[in-house]
């Protein structure tokens, strides 16, 4: 089974709040993309679910349409595995955002989702395998594969609706970046996200 690392600062993940050090040294497309997350939940108190999932995808869409949302310290990979950098948690514990860096050969784990989440591809073309949840056999089974693009974005609820893996084809000549918004607290980022399966 391949882990998932998480960068972490010496202390635990702080409070993304405007009095925090790393609110202060957010990108403004960074803190776009959170007042855009707050006015997505704030919308879905009154209106449909599916306008939330368009939310997401439209604000990751603009986010990744700057290159200065992340500085090059929240590039950096691993060559161990892939690597999440937590970018911003909401101080309400609704959602976690991450920048996962992605070298030759490295990919997610088969899952599903204990939360909704969603991701924009920023650099590289990362190859997403798509699975349909077999409860007969108790395993997802592969159902097709395709590229996704710098640009490409997705939004999905919880569930095994939408089982998949994410990587980096080995062959690539050069890293992948993707940002990531994810249904829960900051803390939670590596714990409370992937429902790990068999395939």
Do not use: K
């Not at 957010?26 to 879905?44: G, K, Q, W, Y």
């Not at 290159?67 to 948690?89: F, I, M, S």
């Not at 924009?120 to 798509?130: D, Q, S």
């Amino acid at each position: 089974m391949q882990l998932e690392h998480v960068s972490r600062p010496a202390r635990p993940f702080p409070p993304a709040s405007p009095a925090s050090e790393s609110a202060a040294r957010r990108s403004p497309a960074l803190e776009r993309l959170c007042r855009e997350l707050d006015a997505a939940f704030a919308a879905a108190e009154t209106g449909p679910q599916a306008a939330f999932g368009q939310r997401v995808r439209l604000a990751l869409q603009r986010a990744i349409a700057d290159p200065e949302v992340l500085r090059p310290d929240q590039r950096a990979g691993n060559p161990q595995t892939y690597c999440r950098h937590l970018l911003a948690a909401d101080p309400l514990n609704r959602y976690a955002i991450a920048a996962l860096v992605w070298a030759p050969g490295q990919a997610s784990p088969v899952h599903g989702h204990r939360t909704w989440c969603g991701y924009a591809v920023m650099e590289g073309t990362l190859e997403e395998t798509l699975y349909r949840w077999d409860a007969a056999e108790h395993r997802a089974i592969e159902t097709r594969r395709h590229p996704r693009p710098p640009g490409a974005v997705s939004y999905v609820g919880a569930g095994r609706g939408a089982i998949h893996q994410l990587g980096l084809c080995a062959d690539a000549a050069a890293r992948a970046v993707s940002l990531h918004v994810y249904g829960v607290a900051g803390e939670q980022i590596a714990t409370h996200v992937n429902d790990l399966l068999a395939a």
